[in-house]
Nanobody, 123 residues
């Protein structure tokens, strides 16, 4: 079993930055592909970014490409999401997810999920 705990959400003005963190426990972190997803009320959970197990391969949703950066520190069992140039439409609950296989952009492929952290971007 893998436990994921996100932190770093909050309220920020448009154009600002936030950095989300997700700490994993319960399994060797280097064996887990990690992803970030987000969900707005009444909408389906959508893909944001994913990173491979060694951290060499990253993928991003078109809506965040060039503004968000996913990274991982396997020594700290932590994956990060640096979010710059935030827009009001980035407002959502952000979830960290893990799977014991190759990285994926599909939420259904992930086995483990954190509790989510709220990000609110004001205009």
């Amino acid at each position: 079993q893998v436990q994921l705990v996100e932190s770093g959400g909050g309220l920020v003005q448009a154009g600002g930055s936030l950095k989300l963190s997700c700490v994993a426990s319960g399994r060797a972190f280097s064996t887990l592909a990690m992803g970030w997803f987000r969900q707005c009320p009444g909408k389906e959970r959508e893909f944001v970014a994913t990173i491979s197990r060694p951290g060499f391969v990253t993928k991003y949703a078109d809506s965040v490409k060039g503004r968000f950066t996913i990274s991982r520190d396997n020594a700290k069992n932590t994956v990060y999401l640096q979010m710059n140039s935030l827009k009001p439409e980035d407002t959502a609950v952000y979830y960290c997810a893990a799977r014991e296989s190759a990285s994926s952009t599909n939420a259904a492929d992930y086995t483990y999920w954190g509790q989510g952290t709220q990000v609110t971007v004001s205009s």
